[in-house]
């Protein structure tokens, strides 16, 4: 084994569902030669180049763009400018959506979509109609699993509410609803820059909207949405999609060879569109000892009892898909913990 591998596995982090693999190098090198410019401001307003460059790699005008400081401010103007009336969460889900309503004082609902390790969006026409604000994570996290088309458009069409698709994870699911926002003027997604492309650290992430939405969005957050050197990386990261593809293809493998060893051993585990995978063990006990063992081993995860996800039982890990090596091994451990401790199944 390689001594890189071998660094890999003493200590492997797989709780961020950050891109594990590294940047290219001609990408870093044209970063690097921006540093002498840092004292420069942002271009401010807009951000008409980046915005431009995000119309073209989604497929709209630009004017439907607003670059953002990560996500997380997309969900917070987002919460701020729709969510006065109520706001529908599906859980369980990423945590910010609900963390924003609470830290603004607004009214929320949350939906249990989870039953019998299946998860369905379980919004009822009733509470459509009562909505100014309904989130939907696609694919979701944190059980990766990916929302029908036709169930979103579903409700989009029961709803005079904002409705935000999170598509932060779209790399590796490969759908889109980009294509309904001139059809429901209700739809803004929100996009990242964080998971699928490695730049996390930056904080980038944009919304997708008419611009009428997105000046309301815009209202609410900072002139400075996003810093000098991320919004030139979201620019030039852009011309390196060929080689982010091959690493997308090479985690979805990754992800469906974690899968089947997770069952092979007797493990519970969800299908996944992303690169991260929900397993169940059953019980909290249970659980516990696995992370604990698994963090006496240098793996780290993310616990059901964290701050990530909102309403997910505390019997579930998520993995964040790593190197094929990584995971082999993870699997070898879990395999060597479940015939020493009889895990109840």
Not at 115 to 136: F, P
Not at 283 to 311: D, H
Request: net charge neutral.
């Amino acid at each position: 084994m390689s001594e890189e591998k071998d660094n890999r596995k003493k200590s492997i982090h797989l709780e961020h569902s950050s891109l594990k693999y590294p940047l290219p190098e001609l990408f870093l090198q044209e970063l690097r030669a921006e540093l002498s410019f840092i004292n420069d401001y942002p271009s401010g307003g807009y951000y008409r180049v980046l915005a431009t460059k995000l119309a073209e790699y989604v497929g709209t005008p630009d004017n439907c763009i607003l670059p953002a400081n990560g996500s997380d401010e997309v969900i917070e103007s987002v919460t701020r400018a729709f969510g006065r009336r109520l706001i529908l969460i599906p859980i369980p889900t990423f945590s910010q959506y609900e963390v924003s309503a609470d830290r603004n004082g607004l009214p929320k609902k949350l939906i249990p979509c989870l039953q019998n390790n299946q998860y369905r969006l379980n919004y009822q026409v009733e509470d459509l109609k009562r909505a100014s604000l309904v989130w939907v994570c696609n694919p979701n996290n944190p059980t990766g699993t990916s929302i029908p088309r036709e169930e979103i458009i579903r409700i989009l069409s029961n709803t005079s509410a904002i409705v935000v698709v999170d598509e932060c994870n779209y790399e590796y699911l490969g759908e889109s609803v980009v294509d309904l926002i001139e059809q429901y003027p209700n739809l803004v997604i929100s996009r990242s820059f964080s998971k699928n492309f490695g730049l996390a650290g930056l904080r980038l992430g944009f919304a997708i909207s008419l611009p009428q939405n997105i000046s309301k969005i815009a209202h609410y957050g900072q002139h400075f949405r996003v810093n000098k050197m991320a919004e030139v990386a979201g620019i030039k990261v852009l011309k390196y999609r060929d080689y982010f593809q091959k690493i997308w293809q090479e985690i979805a493998q990754t992800r469906d060879f974690f899968i089947t060893g997770l069952r092979e051993i007797g493990i519970k585990v969800f299908p996944s569109q992303t690169n991260f995978v929900l397993a169940d063990f059953i019980t909290e006990e249970q659980t516990r000892k696995v992370w604990q063992y698994l963090r006496k081993e240098k793996v780290y995860t993310f616990a059901a009892w964290g701050e990530e996800f909102s309403g997910l039982d505390r019997h579930y890990l998520r993995f964040t898909i790593g190197y094929r090596s990584d995971m082999a091994y993870v699997l070898e451990l879990l395999e060597r913990f479940t015939k020493k401790c009889f895990l109840v199944s």
